[in-house]
Structures are given as C-alpha cells and as structure tokens.
T-cell receptor, first 113, second 116 residues
Framework: DQQVKQNSPSLSVQEGRISILNCDYT??????FLWYKKYPAEGPTFLIS?????DKNEDGRFTVFLNKSAKHLSLHIVPSQPGDSAVYFC????????????FGDGTTLTVKP | DTEVTQTPKHLVMGMTNKKSLKCEQH?????MYWYKQKAKKPPELMFV???????INESVPSRFSPECPNSSLLNLHLHALQPEDSALYLC???????????????FGPGTRLTVL
C-alpha cells in the first residue's frame, strides 16, 4: 500500500507558465510534508516544506498548498524556468515515525523554452 | 553550509570484494541516513543513525553494514554484494530524528555503485 502517491509521472509546461505538481497521501498520522528536486546523477535537494498546521507555505517562486481534509498537497512553481526541469519528489513524515520519510514515486517536470 | 559529501562518486566492485562508502556532514546534524535509489524510483530507506546509534534498520541484508564513527561521519561497508545491489547510494542528514522540521533531510550527491 503506497502511502504517498504522485499520480502524474511527467509534466511538461512552457517557460513562464505555472507548473502544478500534485501529491496525495493516505496516512492521517503524517504531519510534515516536503518537496525535493532531483537532477540526474545527483542527490535530491530540499525545496520547500509545510507543517500540517498550515495550509500554505511560500518561498520565492515556489508555493506548497496543503488540503488536509482531502489529504492532498500541491507544489506551484511560477513562473517556470527551464532550470526547473527535474524530478520532483513529494515526501511525508509523522512524529510517531520520525526519521522515516515516505516518498512518492516522483514527477518529471520538463519546462520548455 | 548545507553540504553533505560522499565518496567515492563511482564504485565498481566484484561480488567477492569488500568496499566502503563514506559520508560526511558538518552541519551539526545528529541524524544520518543511508538510502538506496534505483533508476526512476524514489529513495528507499536502509538505515538511520540518531546520536551515533543505529535507530532504524529497514531489514537490510547483512552484506550491507553501516557504521557511525562520530557525529559527522557515516560509513556503509559492503561485502559479497549481488549485481542487483547496483544502484545510487545516497547519504542524508537531518537536525534530529524528532519529526517535523527537524526531519528535513539534506542529501549528498550519492555514490553510483556497480556490482559485476
């Protein structure tokens, strides 16, 4: 049973437009959510996070929205840039299982010039 | 400084070899992690060390042996590996293993391991 799901394996957007990456989770004990970005042959890089007590967190071009009732979060990138092309992983953790972040399968974002 | 370093970057080994992967961080983090990642898959947790003690072992085969000599260093000793163990091995660290923001993990670049 996959507790964190990213249902879109890939997403392609035009430079300057908005990219929206989605993530769903099933475990109601998750209370902290993260997005990581990964370039080929590199380790994941922490991008942005959100605690379950919030519904939005913004950092520059990146905004994460959390809908607890729907168990859904999304990452908005605006405006998208070609350098944003990478694999984006959603991850979730809970205090009852600290240290064990559960990752989604990732979404490959391609931003076309 | 949010850097985690890993050596070597690439490693090719035979099934009878013994080798070690090394990881280092100087962020004062007290939790360190080993992950295995196959192509087009998410990172798969192997081990977690918290305050230099092994706190999580995800039922990893004994041919993988972790070691945490001090709070900045993490090793993964490899022996008698199988070809299916070929993967990207990632090290990560976090402030603590307490949940919430303290769990935010910072990853190294990984070691690309090929077992022949």
């Amino acid at each position: 049973d996959q507790q964190v799901k990213q249902n879109s394996p890939s997403l392609s957007v035009q430079e300057g437009r908005i990219s929206i990456l989605n993530c769903d989770y099933t475990n109601s004990m998750f209370d902290y959510f993260l997005w990581y970005k990964k370039y080929p042959a590199e380790g994941p890089t922490f991008l942005i996070s959100i605690s379950s007590i919030k519904d939005k967190n913004e950092d520059g071009r990146f905004t994460v929205f959390l809908n607890k009732s729907a168990k859904h979060l999304s990452l908005h990138i605006v405006p998208s840039q070609p350098g944003d092309s990478a694999v984006y992983f959603c991850a979730a953790s809970g205090r009852t299982n600290a240290g064990k972040s559960t990752f989604g399968d990732g979404t490959t974002l391609t931003v076309k010039p | 400084d949010t850097e985690v370093t890993q050596t070597p970057k690439h490693l090719v080994m035979g099934m009878t070899n013994k080798k070690s992967l090394k990881c280092e961080q100087h962020m004062g983090h007290r939790a360190m992690y080993w992950y295995k990642q196959k192509a087009k898959k998410p990172p798969e947790l192997m081990f977690v060390y918290s305050y230099e003690k092994l706190s999580i072992n995800e039922s990893v085969p004994s041919r993988f042996s972790p070691e945490c000599p001090n709070s900045s260093l993490l090793n993964l000793h490899l022996h008698a590996l199988q070809p299916e163990d070929s993967a990207l091995y990632l090290c990560a660290s976090s402030q603590d293993q307490a949940g919430g923001p303290a769990d935010t993990q910072y990853f190294g670049p990984g070691t690309r391991l090929t077992v022949l």
